[in-house]
């Protein structure tokens, strides 16, 4: 497994528990400090175009996609308006994720510091930090049940009040993540 210390993924137990909402907060708080590359990760499931949109790629027959639009309603367009520097969409299986990751990594910046909306992307890439967000109401879909155990904080979203926990994320100034004791 890869391990990224500049790396934070945001996970999720269910769909709608506030996984793109934490994000586009996380890169409107720490955009300010420095670049933030956002990166949304899709496992390939049937009819997962329906979720996630269509998207234009950065090259024919890849899984690896550039959000240049700021205008639409796709979570990878909201966290070019939250403030990323750029913002990406990888879709694949295990294996073209793990591949388009590294070729991500090799194209950015060395050291560049990135927030991911990934339930997949926490199989084959350790990051510095693992968040998970889940429902007030604690339903978890069957796929996300391991994620609970590797998460670095779990985070519980009521849909109103934010996201508790939240002030405990912190980005040192060698774009390392970590979690502050309060």
């Known amino acids: 497994m890869i391990y990224d210390n500049h790396l934070l993924i945001v996970s999720g137990t269910g769909r709608n528990v506030g996984k793109t909402e934490l994000v586009c907060r996380l890169i409107a708080r720490f955009s300010a400090r420095t670049d933030i590359f956002g990166l949304k990760v899709s496992a390939i499931f049937p009819d997962e175009h329906l979720f996630h949109g269509n998207h234009t790629s950065i090259g024919t027959g890849r899984t690896l996609f550039?959000?240049?639009?700021?205008?639409?309603?796709?979570?990878?367009?909201?966290?070019?308006?939250?403030?990323?520097?750029?913002?990406?969409?990888?879709?694949?299986?295990?294996?073209?994720?793990?591949?388009?990751?590294?070729?991500?990594?090799?194209?950015?910046?060395?050291?560049?510091?990135?927030?991911?909306?990934?339930?997949?992307?926490?199989?084959?890439?350790?990051?510095?930090?693992?968040?998970?967000?889940?429902?007030?109401?604690?339903?978890?879909?069957?796929?996300?049940?391991?994620?609970?155990?590797?998460?670095?904080?779990?985070?519980?979203?009521?849909?109103?009040?934010?996201?508790?926990?939240?002030?405990?994320?912190?980005?040192?100034?060698s774009g390392d993540w970590h979690i502050i004791a309060t």
Not at 93 to 119: C, G, H, Y
């Open 66 to 173: 550039r959000e240049t639009s700021r205008d639409t309603q796709k979570d990878t367009s909201r966290m070019l308006r939250s403030g990323a520097t750029e913002v990406y969409y990888m879709q694949g299986d295990r294996t073209s994720i793990q591949a388009d990751f590294l070729t991500l990594r090799k194209t950015l910046p060395e050291k560049s510091v990135i927030i991911s909306e990934s339930n997949s992307l926490s199989e084959v890439v350790r990051p510095a930090l693992h968040l998970v967000v889940t429902s007030h109401s604690g339903e978890v879909k069957a796929r996300a049940l391991p994620l609970l155990d590797s998460a670095d904080l779990v985070i519980t979203s009521d849909g109103v009040s934010g996201f508790p926990g939240i002030e405990t994320i912190d980005l040192d100034p």
